[in-house]
């Protein structure tokens, strides 16, 4: 400790620094949430890919899984994509028959964490002579070499073919800035320059031997990424030990948690904005700091009256990194992680910066706007409110309610991306798929490391969500063929559909309720109804997987984030959850007549203008839950003759359209537009009807069925 602080100065200023970090988010309960929710996102689209017949695996890595940001941090969602399928051989006895396999290669022009991969035969242990395909290229010396280039341009060549914007950095690519995908190998044997990681003393005794001996079972894996300073950086190959750095990072407690975000937010506020030009202090940096400090800090240091402590230790080991001019890798630590990150003037200033963070005893802190760290720590009266539980719930709500949003958006696209393969087949043939793939859904994903108990679970409860949404789709698919030939609906059929019918709150009973009005038994159609409307009450969150729903913009409802925050590290409930209801082209006879123009919904040139994303569900008719239920209870109250009820659901379903309270919760307003606009229709309101379907183009001009109700009305009023 710097002379002339005493001891309770930083007592005091660690257990204000927990308590804003805590009311930023930063607690047990939130980073246990935000790790759940990506490993489970994470094991869900590994097995749409396989169902797919893909084989990749996907990884999500970085804050966001690893629980280590805040709010306001804008962390971006990493994700890697890992071919599997690749054989990648450290040695010839790696070889295998029939698969393609690739040899790493330590060339001499290579620097540490860097190989080139040598095309190798599939059909005998023998170097490839001649270039294969886009990705071989040939070496100096003839040799064929895997050519890193390939991910890069094809990301680029589907940017620019869909007009849309490419996002680069390092190894990563993407279409979104939020997300970064970087493609990937994965090698089962590491390299020997993690051999010195394995053998070294740790006067802190972390990792475990235990942990070190899962970490040399995890591997590592090759990433597309030459060195910055290389002359053949096409050729080269990145070794990334990603699974043991998150293997480590699962294995920190809270604290750790507390002072690895705090650095994080003096590398964002304070230090980077201190430095000119593109270099820049990554989170990397901070990381491996946090690596080191917990290797060498005997665990009594690790207490929440000491964070201050560690913080400014891990500060040192910048600072002394910097002064060296090499900041080693934790695992590779003959590698230079300052490589290509700053020049000499940017590590001057940033040897300034560090001392001067250090020296001043962290005080820069209260300058940090990220989050209101500086506010929470300077405020006057903070030592008697800390215990004030208010910021922390909200906080709480606030993260909870978006991990639950965004996973359940994204297992939608996943669904999505399934039925997108479907969408030329014959009702029979979609029936025979989806019963296919229900069949044939993956027991346990090969790649499953040992240790990794929590995703074996996650494969398993995302097995049941997928299985109950395709159940959904063959239920109506079957049952649209029936009522086509006027078939009865058989057993198996309605096993389906309550097989189905917890998919959330609403989707599945709707649809089933729809089916039952275009079946004629209006009565059980009714009931069905009223269920929906009992569970669907004000906590029901709807949900969009069309795109139309911006997971980083919407501010979930209050009382379905005050509803998931009761200590359940599970936020993914369906119980809570409303999806928009989709009706394929082949479900047509179990819809409403009406949104038959939905799945035809193209006029003139329309689809030419439909965005890369609207391109598949614009080929069916897709409704928000809330405005579809009162759509099918006019109907049904209609049919039975109930009149009071039918106008309550006429009433009901304009305000779910022109309620400025409910409007956030409409992700397909046009079409909700256009059901209205159709009950005027039957209620004789012709005009009425009109301006609607006129107020649906002018908010949607084209592929909007509105369009067909507007050519329909007018050429019948001549």
Not at 38 to 54: C, I, K
Not at 579 to 608: K, N, S, T, W
Request: glycine share 4%; with cysteine; net charge neutral.
């Amino acid at each position: 400790m710097a002379a002339g602080v005493s001891g309770w100065f930083y007592d005091v200023m660690s257990l204000r620094l927990i308590a804003a970090l805590e009311d930023m988010g930063v607690t047990e309960l939130i980073v246990g949430r935000r790790r759940h929710a990506f490993l489970q996102n994470e094991s869900a689209l590994t097995t749409y890919r396989q169902l797919l017949g893909d084989n990749s695996v996907i990884y999500h890595f970085g804050s966001m899984t690893e629980g280590t940001t805040t709010p306001a941090m804008g962390s971006d969602i990493d994700t890697l994509v890992c071919d599997d399928i690749m054989n990648i051989m450290s040695g010839w006895p790696d070889w295998k028959r029939g698969r393609h396999n690739l040899l790493i290669v330590k060339h001499a022009t290579c620097s540490p964490q860097h190989y080139r991969l040598q095309e190798i035969r599939d059909d005998v242990p023998l170097p490839i002579t001649f270039p294969i395909d886009e990705f071989s290229f040939i070496g100096e010396d003839g040799t064929i070499f895997r050519n890193n280039m390939a991910w890069e341009n094809s990301a680029r060549r589907h940017a620019a073919e869909n007009n849309q914007p490419h996002f680069h950095s390092g190894p990563s690519h993407s279409l979104h800035e939020m997300y970064d995908f970087v493609f990937a190998y994965r090698c089962r044997q590491l390299p020997t320059e993690c051999d010195s990681w394995f053998n070294r003393v740790r006067p802190g005794r972390w990792p475990t031997t235990e942990m070190l001996q899962a970490a040399r079972d995890l591997g590592c894996f090759l990433l597309p990424d030459g060195h910055c300073y290389s002359e053949y950086r096409s050729l080269e190959w990145r070794v990334s030990p990603s699974l043991i750095e998150r293997h480590l990072m699962f294995s920190m407690h809270i604290i750790h948690i507390q002072c690895y975000v705090t650095l994080k937010l003096l590398k964002k506020d304070i230090i980077n904005p201190y430095l000119n030009g593109d270099g820049k202090l990554t989170s990397f940096h901070c990381k491996t700091a946090l690596f080191y400090a917990r290797e060498h800090l005997l665990p009594v240091m690790w207490t929440v009256n000491q964070l201050y402590e560690c913080v400014i230790f891990c500060l040192k080991l910048l600072r002394d990194w910097t002064t060296e001019s090499h900041c080693p890798h934790y695992i590779m630590d003959q590698v230079n992680l300052f490589d290509g990150k700053l020049n000499v003037d940017q590590r001057n200033r940033l040897l300034a910066i560090l001392s001067t963070i250090i020296d001043t005893h962290l005080a820069p802190l209260a300058f940090v706007e990220t989050d209101d760290l500086g506010k929470r720590l300077l405020h006057k009266v903070y030592t008697v409110a800390i215990w004030d539980m208010t910021p922390r719930r909200a906080v709480c709500q606030k993260v909870t309610g978006f991990l639950s949003v965004f996973y359940n958006v994204w297992q939608m696209r996943n669904v999505s991306g399934i039925l997108e393969l479907a969408t030329d087949e014959t009702p029979a043939e979609l029936c025979l798929h989806l019963y296919s793939l229900i069949t044939r859904l993956p027991l346990q994903h090969p790649h499953r490391h040992r240790t990794e108990n929590t995703l074996c679970r996650l494969d398993a409860v995302n097995r049941v969500y997928i299985s109950r949404y395709l159940q959904q789709h063959l239920a109506s698919a079957a049952a649209s063929i029936c009522l086509q030939h006027g078939m009865p609906i058989g057993n198996r059929i309605w096993s389906w559909y309550s097989a189905a019918i917890d998919t959330d709150v609403a989707s599945t009973r709707l649809k089933l309720a729809s089916m039952l009005y275009c079946k004629g038994d209006l009565q059980m159609a009714a009931k069905v109804l009223e269920d929906v409307e009992r569970r669907y009450d004000n906590s029901v969150q709807a949900i969009c997987g069309c795109y139309r729903m911006n997971v980083f913009n919407t501010k979930p409802l209050k009382l379905f984030t005050e509803l998931l925050n009761e200590g359940d590290i599970d936020v993914a409930s369906a119980n809570r959850v409303a999806y928009c209801v989709r009706f394929l082209r082949q479900e047509a006879f179990c819809a409403p007549p009406v949104l038959h123009y939905e799945m035809l919904r193209a006029v003139g040139d329309d689809i030419q203008h439909r965005h890369l994303t609207e391109r598949t569900w614009m080929n069916w008719a897709v409704v928000d839950a809330r405005p579809f239920l009162h759509y099918l209870q006019y109907l049904t109250f209609r049919g039975l003759g109930r009149r009071h009820m039918q106008l309550q659901a006429f009433h009901a379903l304009g305000t779910s359209i022109v309620d400025g309270n409910r409007q956030h919760q409409l992700f397909h307003a046009e079409t909700a537009t256009n059901l209205f606009a159709h009950c005027c229709e039957m209620e004789g309101l012709i005009d009425d009807a009109l301006d609607l379907y006129l107020a649906s183009q002018e908010d949607i001009p084209r592929n909007n069925a509105a369009n067909w109700h507007i050519r329909r009305l007018t050429s019948a009023q001549r």
